[in-house]
C-alpha cells in the first residue's frame, strides 16, 4: 500500500495517547496528526511544541493514574466522535534506587504511572473497542520489561507488569477483533526520560523520537490476523515500513 493509500486511512481516526507532552508520545501524536487523523493527547504537562499540531488536535491536562479524571476524558471522546479506534498508552517515568532505599511512596508513584495508568486507560477503552469489534492498543513497553536493571527494580517491574497485562489483555480482545501489542524504542532515543538514564556514550548515538514512529503508526492499523500479541523493536519495523509512510 502506497503512502498516499495509507495517508487516506489515516484520516478521521480517533486516536488517545497518553504522556503527549514532550518525547516518544508528543512524536506519534504529531505523525498521526499530520496524517489526518482526529488525535486526542494526555499530560500533566503542557505540550512545549503545540503550534506544530493542527488544529484537530485535542489536548487533556490529567494524571493518568486518576481513573476518574481518564473516565471523564474519554467520556468526551467518544460523545463528540462516537469511537476511540487506537490508544497508545507512553506515559510514563523512571527513577533509580536501590531496593533498601526505595520507600513504599517511591515505589508507588512509579508503578502508579507506568502500570497502574495504563491499566486504567485499557479498562476504560478495551470494553468500547470491543462492542465496537475493532481497536488496536499499543503500550510501550521497555528493555527493561525482559531484563532487570540495576537500581531499577520499581522501573523493571512496572514494565515487566505492562507486559502481563498486554499479554492478558490480548487474550480477552482476540474474539472481538481487537489488537493489543506492546513496544520498546529498540534504539537510544533522546526524551527527558533517557536525558536522566542514558551514558555519555549512549548520548552520543541518540536518536529523534520521530525516527521510529513508522513503527507506531503500523501497529495502528494492524487487524487481528497482522501483528498482534507481539512485543515490537520500534528501530526494526521503523527501518521495514518507514517508506510506506513519508507523506509527499
Known amino acids: ?12 481516526l480517533n486516536i488517545l495517547v497518553t504522556g503527549v507532552s ?12 499530520e496524517r489526518g487523523a482526529n488525535v486526542f493527547g494526555e499530560d500533566i504537562n503542557d505540550i512545549k511544541n503545540s503550534k506544530k499540531l493542527s488544529g ?52 508507588k508513584k512509579i508503578i502508579d504511572v507506568n502500570l497502574t495508568g495504563t491499566f486504567i486507560s485499557c479498562k476504560i477503552i478495551a470494553p468500547l473497542m470491543k462492542k465496537n469489534k475493532k481497536g488496536s492498543i499499543i503500550n510501550v513497553s521497555s528493555r527493561a520489561a ?7 527494580t520499581a522501573y523493571c517491574a512496572s514494565k515487566f507488569g505492562v507486559e502481563g497485562l498486554s499479554r492478558s489483555l490480548y487474550e480477552e480482545c482476540k474474539k472481538y477483533n481487537v489488537v493489543v501489542n506492546t513496544i520498546t524504542p529498540g534504539t537510544p532515543i533522546k526524551t527527558s526520560m533517557s ?28 487487524s487481528k490476523n497482522g501483528i498482534n500479541n507481539k512485543y515490537v523493536n520500534a528501530w ?4 521495514r515500513v518507514k517508506n510506506k509512510y513519508i507523506i509527499t
Open 1 to 12: 500500500m502506497g503512502g498516499e493509500l495509507l495517508h487516506k486511512k489515516f484520516k478521521d
Open 22 to 33: 514532550s518525547g516518544i508520545g508528543y512524536a506519534v501524536a504529531k505523525a498521526y496528526d
Open 56 to 107: 484537530k488536535f485535542n489536548f487533556f491536562n490529567c494524571e493518568v493514574q486518576n481513573y476518574n479524571k481518564m473516565k471523564e476524558i474519554i467520556k468526551k471522546i467518544i460523545k463528540k466522535n462516537k469511537r476511540i479506534d487506537i490508544l497508545i498508552n507512553c506515559a510514563g517515568i523512571i527513577d533509580f534506587k536501590s531496593i533498601e532505599n526505595s520507600s513504599i511512596d517511591f515505589w
Open 146 to 152: 525482559k531484563f532487570g536493571g540495576f537500581n531499577e
Open 195 to 222: 536525558k536522566k538514564t542514558y551514558s555519555k556514550e549512549k548520548k552520543k548515538i541518540w536518536r529523534d523520537p520521530q525516527i521510529i514512529t513508522p513503527a507506531f503508526l503500523h501497529l495502528g492499523i494492524q
Open 236 to 239: 526494526d519495523l521503523s527501518k
